[in-house]
């Protein structure tokens, strides 16, 4: 069903095809694909009558759950742009994204109501600032038990636009400065999640484990591929509770499991209470499977099809290794995904497709249309493509092709390090250090020196007695000498952020404060 110019065509598929279908296991409920689809119209029909039109930015900000998937849909059918964002965003930040989206309603948990810095979260609709509403997803029930919804064919209508509408402005979370809203079409939308469920041949039959948070556009694109499979989506508010969330994923006999090296890193020492059987795809973005992942992986899902996967919020995915390569090309990304073109821009700006090094580009209808309201980043991204008129995505992402075409991450452009007048790309020296036996996770930063130009710093997370010394020493026999780091601080965990990526930033100021020896729980690293 290529020629849809609506997200909900796929809903609307689902609950007319495979009406009685389980569509999403919560936590305490699960609902029909029938039923889901009502609710959702029902919900915007509430939202409708309470003043959300077409077009209007509407901030949705919960833990995963049948309620953030339910506003999602009700959001799509008004025509309303949906933003998602983490529960865990401070009151600061909330307050900027509100103003900078122009936000006519922010819908929340009501947990969260000091955040939002309203005293009292007796009613439903509140005021948050002067332009915009606050309502409590706490109370959908109290809308979905209320008076059923009647189809208006005139309102469906009116909302129904174009695939040029968009759909959805996901905040990236961005190492330096505000975030940038990432502006995605209905067309960039369907296109990407059309391509991804492709390659991944799911299946009807299929149960996606979303355990990633939705507010992550890998977790919120497992909320679309499952309406377009007609499968079913367990929704796990998060993985704080590894030993119930896998339980859970056991118990539900899930077929498809989307992961980040993080959560693997949790998973493995867990492993071997479950019987993992059920599992036929794993997928994992956000960060390069180390050979030792891979064979972990292989080791706990014996029966599973591991898809390793590159992508950025502005095109979602650009890039799958299908798993038949896996074996012989472990540190590749992989090629291009379905109705996707991608090559490397030299330091010459010579265009390459094959053997070459540079900035990575795409061309593809999943390219973001730019950022809201920042043309000047738009413009650094966005340039003249192949034919008149069209906008290729210039990611900053440095990688490599080889002989064959396949892609190899080295590192993002901005994160280029130089020692004593050398090019040094954390990846590499990142892929080299997770070489070693005794090496668990190891994580490159460069820091300015007046003499070196950066000084090159690795926190390394080990096993067993390895030290300092020792490493520095295997590393001189293993990579160049402007490549090996100056200095080695060995730490118990990296920290995170909320999408279960490494926080760099964090890290580079930790090591500016000497705090890296100590471990906070929260986030691995005291601040």
């Not at 993080?262 to 960060?287: D, H, K, Q």
């Amino acid at each position: 069903m290529t020629n849809i110019t609506h997200l909900t065509a796929w809903l609307d598929r689902a609950a007319k095809e495979a009406a009685n279908k389980t569509a999403i296991i919560d936590t305490d409920r699960e609902v029909s694909w029938f039923m889901l689809r009502l609710q959702a119209r029902q919900l915007a029909d509430h939202l409708r009558e309470n003043g959300v039109e077409k077009g209007d930015r509407v901030i949705v900000c919960m833990p995963n759950s049948l309620t953030f998937v339910l506003y999602f849909w009700a959001l799509q059918y008004l025509g309303a742009i949906f933003i998602p964002l983490s529960p865990d965003t401070k009151a600061s930040k909330l307050s900027w994204l509100v103003d900078n989206a122009g936000c006519r309603l922010l819908i929340a948990d009501r947990i969260l109501k000091d955040e939002i810095g309203i005293a009292q979260a007796s009613e439903h609709w509140q005021q948050y600032n002067r332009h915009t509403r606050v309502c409590f997803s706490n109370d959908v029930a109290a809308v979905l038990a209320g008076e059923p919804y009647r189809i208006s064919v005139e309102r469906d209508r009116q909302a129904t636009g174009i695939d040029l509408d968009l759909a959805c402005i996901i905040y990236t979370s961005g190492s330096t400065g505000h975030p940038k809203g990432v502006m995605l079409s209905r067309r960039n939308m369907i296109t990407a999640a059309g391509s991804v469920a492709g390659y991944l041949q799911l299946r009807g039959d299929d149960r996606i484990m979303s355990m990633i948070p939705m507010s992550f556009d890998y977790g919120l694109y497992q909320v679309i591929m499952s309406a377009l499979a007609q499968c079913t989506l367990i929704v796990e508010p998060d993985f704080r509770r590894p030993l119930l969330s896998l339980q859970r994923m056991v118990t539900l006999r899930a077929t498809v499991l989307p992961i980040v090296p993080t959560m693997l890193r949790l998973i493995a020492p867990l492993a071997s209470r479950y019987n993992f059987g059920t599992i036929r795809t794993v997928t994992n973005t956000a960060a390069a499977l180390h050979a030792g992942d891979i064979d972990q992986l292989h080791t706990i899902f014996p029966q599973a099809r591991i898809y390793s996967m590159y992508g950025l919020t502005e095109c979602h995915r650009c890039t799958y290794l299908p798993p038949e390569y896996l074996a012989t090309h472990p540190q590749s990304v992989g090629i291009a995904i379905p109705n996707t073109e991608l090559w490397v821009v030299d330091d010459n700006g010579q265009r390459h497709t094959r053997n070459a090094t540079g900035e990575l580009v795409i061309r593809s209808a999943t390219v973001m249309c730019g950022y809201w309201r920042n043309e000047e980043k738009s413009a650094e991204k966005l340039r003249p493509g192949l034919l008149p008129g069209e906008r290729v995505l210039y990611t900053g992402d440095i990688c490599r092709l080889d002989e064959q075409g396949l892609l190899y991450f080295v590192g993002r452009r901005d994160e280029m390090l130089k020692n004593c007048g050398e090019k040094v790309a954390p990846k590499e020296v990142e892929a080299v250090l997770n070489r070693h036996p005794q090496v668990a996770q190891a994580v490159v930063l460069g820091v300015p020196h007046p003499i070196y130009g950066d000084e090159i710093i690795a926190c390394v997370v080990i096993r067993g007695d390895l030290n300092e010394k020792a490493l520095s020493r295997w590393s001189k026999t293993q990579m160049e000498s402007h490549m090996v780091p100056h200095r080695f601080r060995l730490i118990s965990q990296l920290p995170l952020n909320h999408n279960g990526k490494i926080n760099r930033s964090l890290l580079r100021e930790q090591l500016t404060a000497g705090t890296t020896a100590q471990v906070c729980p929260q986030h691995g690293l005291m601040e």
